[in-house]
């Protein structure tokens, strides 16, 4: 299937400040090309630093000649580590005078069974919970960057859940693992945290 969906606004991001994770590849490091090209200051937070910087070279190519570009900082991230997480939010609060743009996106898809450094099973450690808690550490500097948007990538996967979110055992020890469900229940996380987020941002 081909995608011909296309971002028609001509809105520019002069001045801003975004964060994209997992963005040296995929819909990250296109959110990225398109920030720059708008006069963003772009964060790419990345667990590698050299596929981003690699990442961030293609872009910068892409868009040689462009007018009024942005700026490409990167800054290393391992969403499925809630240590890299805090360091990561640190760094951020510490040297960036405002945010405003969160875009989580990074995650892993469908992967074997195993756990994160801190003991979460994989998909919802990494796909949820890292990004539950680099938002809601960033969540001051946001606020007072207002207006900001906030995005958390979900997938349609979320729909692909048999049955109600097990809050008994999301690192799936009572039951037999499965990739996909648990990549579904990482998902539907997304978009709970996300409704939720909203609401009381209200």
């Not at 910068?60 to 805090?86: A, T």
């Not at 898809?109 to 994989?122: R, S």
């Not at 979900?154 to 469900?181: C, F, I, M």
């Not at 539907?188 to 009381?200: C, P, S, V």
Request: aromatic share 6%; charged share 25%.
């Amino acid at each position: 299937m081909v995608c011909d969906a296309k971002c028609t606004s001509t809105a520019r991001l002069d001045g801003k400040t975004a964060i994209v994770t997992g963005s040296n590849t995929g819909i990250g490091k296109y959110t990225v090309q398109d920030f720059y090209s708008r006069g963003a200051r772009v964060i790419m937070a990345c667990r590698s630093v050299e596929k981003a910087e690699k990442a961030a070279e293609d872009i910068q190519k892409i868009c040689e000649g462009k007018e009024n570009l942005g700026e490409i900082v990167i800054v290393q991230l391992d969403v499925s580590n809630l240590e890299s997480v805090r360091e990561f939010a640190k760094k951020v609060l510490e040297k960036e005078d405002h945010v405003d743009l969160l875009v989580n996106n990074a995650g892993v898809m469908t992967c074997p069974e195993g756990k994160t450094v801190d003991g979460f099973e994989t998909q919802f450690g990494t796909n949820h919970l890292g990004h539950f808690l680099l938002t809601l550490l960033l969540m001051p500097k946001i606020i007072k960057s207002a207006p900001a948007r906030i995005v958390t990538v979900s997938s349609v996967a979320h729909t692909y859940l048999d049955g109600p979110l097990a809050l008994d055992d999301l690192n799936w020890e009572k039951r037999k693992y499965s990739p996909t469900q648990a990549y579904a229940q990482s998902k539907i996380a997304n978009i709970l945290f996300t409704k939720e987020l909203a609401h009381k941002l209200e």
